[in-house]
């Protein structure tokens, strides 16, 4: 589960480390209010930053600076409501805009081959780490943290002073790099990142210009498997940005991923699920999602997951794929009849259900008249061939395909 | 021979009184494997599976008192590490966790005890291995399998099915088939399992079988370029189709920064001189064309 700015931003600052104060708003008199007050507290600008969990969004206009209230009014007026790659911005991040000597970078991943946690740096900061993994590799400074140590304080010295970050900010780049490692084990995190982490400028009373570090974005992805000890964490979940099939499929226990294409995989199992979006297209189809039913389910989970499938206007086929071992075929045979029983729409489907029960599955499928497959590549070749014919009668006006039943 | 199951297995079933315990200890008992202990923290002293195997309060004393070489773990995911760690505790040599949802920092955690122990961990979330013939441990269905001399190894679960099914249909048996699981710490990676295959004398040839996600499939593919040189070899991978940045039903199943696609291990693999097969059921032609005879 990836964490919106501000929450990372949250979780970084409660670590100790120096992350500048931001306010969420969302509305543009909440973008001045809060714009108000950095700017009573000595800032010199602001930024205001769209909250959403794609990236790009500088690029697509979601980052503006603003010198003034009104500026940052404005600025808020132009982000909220925006859409960035299909996501509607609701809300924004408001936080000082600082002057910016020097960037890096800083992150903490899994490392699946070393099986440790990756400590990566950089001195090429503010642009993304695989871009500079790509164009520059011997850029990024690497290290491990041992599973049960952690990230050693001759470790972190070590890092920081290979970004160059020695003299007066060692001690505080040490701070930064073992926060960061502490962040990702006490929150059960996949990934930690600030980037930019900056050198700022900072004009005292007196005009002294001093110069401190700083954490100006942060990004952290949950291990999803560990959020069930971590409810502060699962409360933190963006559910207006996230699509309610979703939401529902994760209610329902079923692995679920839209896509775009028009035939709707129904599988056990995520290896062979992605393997039968890989024939539906190699027979000239599109997959519509990804759909692992897991191990071992009833009738009323095929059920919710033929709603998943049909909630989309788009499936113009279904393709049923299981391979019976812990789940037996006649139980998904009979959801399978359940769920047309009280379907919204019709649309054609091809069944192939081997392994476990496969003959009592045959059986009840051929009673109610189910249009089945023996192997998978004999299943996606029909349920393109389904698709062509529903493409053809919609094109030519007959409503044999997509009727909706009464 | 065959791989980390056989004949002198001496299976520990961990969690034996729960739910899926019971139901697939009952599947491999009737497999012909032989089950010598349970444990259930509480029920020690009972007897499960219609009184013919004595539950163990601990690993320990039902390695002491039975001789359990080998242990699988069906406890829950909040459980499932300390069981790990039980096991390797006891001196049990080779454990295999099928449970899934285990967080992926814990498995950071265990992996180095797993290493101190010198015991060998498949999984977590992992379907298990069968030898056919001789015992299976985990959950893959009995009757997909046949004798024979092919070692399979893979991250899925019913894709393994499928594979080793069509491998079946078309007369060639397999050796072992082992799952090491689609979590992104694995205690056994491909190339762990290949090396196992490489001394065993019984398996002729190997299907590897992929998934998006990590690299372990090139880091197999790099080997097996000098050591399996004239061993008839194809592979399947699965994710063609997968999108950037999802995770696809399996934790370990992501393409992140580009890396970790269908596309790079398939070229991985084919530049290591491995036939990469389209569909599931091309793996058993590609190996009939390299000399593997259907019995």
């Known amino acids: ?406 | 021979m065959s791989i980390l199951v056989g004949r002198d297995t001496r299976l520990l079933v961990q969690g034996i009184t729960g739910r899926e315990g019971e139901f697939h200890a009952r599947q491999m008992q009737a497999y012909g494997t032989r089950i010598v202990a349970g444990t259930s923290p509480g029920k020690g002293g009972m007897r499960a599976l219609d009184g013919t195997v004595p539950v163990f309060d601990t690993v320990a004393q039902a390695a002491r008192e039975t001789g359990a070489n080998t242990s699988v773990i069906y406890v829950p995911a909040s459980g499932a590490p300390d069981a790990i760690f039980e096991a390797v505790d006891a001196g049990i040599a080779t454990v295999f966790c099928i449970t899934e949802g285990i967080p992926a920092l814990d498995m950071l955690k265990v992996m180095p005890v797993v290493h101190d122990a010198g015991a060998r961990l498949v999984g977590p979330n992992c379907p298990g291995a069968t030898s056919p013939g001789r015992a299976k441990v985990g959950i893959i269905p009995a009757s997909v399998h046949r004798e024979g001399r092919v070692g399979v190894v893979s991250r899925s679960g019913t894709l393994t099915y499928e594979v080793v099914q069509a491998l079946t249909d078309a007369g060639i048996g397999q050796s072992t088939c082992v799952g090491i699981g689609g979590d992104p710490i694995v205690g056994s990676s491909h190339l762990d399992i290949l090396r196992l295959f490489a001394e065993d004398p019984e398996t002729e040839a190997i299907v590897l079988i992929g998934e998006i996600g990590g690299s372990a499939e090139e880091e197999a593919a790099a080997w097996a370029v000098e050591h399996l040189r004239g061993v008839p070899t194809a592979a399947f991978v699965a994710g063609r189709t997968a999108p950037e940045g999802k995770r696809m039903g399996h934790a370990g199943a992501i393409i992140s920064g580009g890396t970790g696609t269908a596309a790079a291990k398939i070229a991985a693999l084919e530049a290591a001189g491995i036939r990469v097969a389209e569909t599931p059921g091309q793996v058993a032609a590609l190996l009939i064309e390299q000399g593997v005879r259907p019995s």
């Open chain 1, 1 to 406: 589960m990836k964490l919106q700015e501000f929450h990372a931003r949250e979780l970084l600052s409660a670590a100790g480390l120096p992350v500048p104060r931001g306010r969420v708003a969302s509305t543009p008199a909440e973008v001045r209010a809060a714009a108000a007050e950095l700017f009573a507290v000595s800032a010199s600008q602001v930024v205001v930053k769209a909250q959403v969990l794609v990236g790009g969004r500088g690029k697509a206009g979601g980052v503006k600076l603003a010198a003034t209230a009104q500026e940052a009014e404005a600025a808020g007026s132009a982000i909220l409501g925006m859409s960035i790659k299909g996501i509607t911005v609701r809300r924004v991040l408001v936080a000082p805009g600082p002057d910016i000597a020097r960037e890096y970078y800083l992150g903490a991943i899994l490392d699946r081959a070393a099986q440790r946690i990756l400590l990566m740096g950089s001195a090429e900061g503010g642009v993304e780490i695989e871009e500079v993994a790509r164009q520059k590799p011997e850029a990024i400074v690497r290290l491990h943290a041992h599973p049960h140590l952690g990230l050693l304080d001759y470790q972190a010295r070590s890092m920081a002073l290979s970004l160059g970050l020695g003299g007066p900010h060692l001690r505080a780049a040490v701070a930064i790099a073992k926060g960061l490692v502490r962040v990702m084990v006490e929150n059960d995190a996949d990934l930690v990142e600030v980037n930019p982490l900056a050198v700022v400028r900072e004009t005292g009373p007196g005009g002294l210009v001093t110069e401190r570090l700083a954490c100006l974005d942060a990004k952290i992805t949950l291990d999803d498997s560990a959020l069930p000890r971590h409810p502060e964490l699962e409360a933190r979940r963006d559910l207006d940005e996230e699509d309610p099939a979703d939401a529902e499929a994760r209610a329902q226990g079923i692995n679920f991923i839209h896509l775009d294409g028009a035939i709707g995989c129904l599988v056990n199992g995520a290896g062979l699920a992605m393997t039968t979006m890989d024939l539906v297209k190699r027979a000239g189809g599109e997959p519509a999602n990804f759909l692992d039913i897991g191990g071992g389910a009833k009738a009323d989970k095929v059920a919710a997951a033929m709603r998943l499938i049909l909630a989309d206007p788009k499936v113009m086929a279904i393709l049923v794929n299981i391979f019976g071992g812990i789940t037996r075929g006649d139980e998904v045979a009979h959801g399978l009849v359940e769920a047309r029983a009280v379907q919204s729409r019709e649309v054609p489907r091809v069944v192939r259900i081997v392994g476990t029960n496969a003959a009592e599955a045959a059986a009840i499928l051929r009673a109610a008249a189910f249009e089945t497959a023996s192997s998978l590549e004999e299943a996606a070749e029909r349920a393109v061939a389904a698709v062509r014919r529903a493409q053809m009668a919609s094109a030519t006006g007959s409503p044999e395909a997509t009727e909706a039943r009464p």
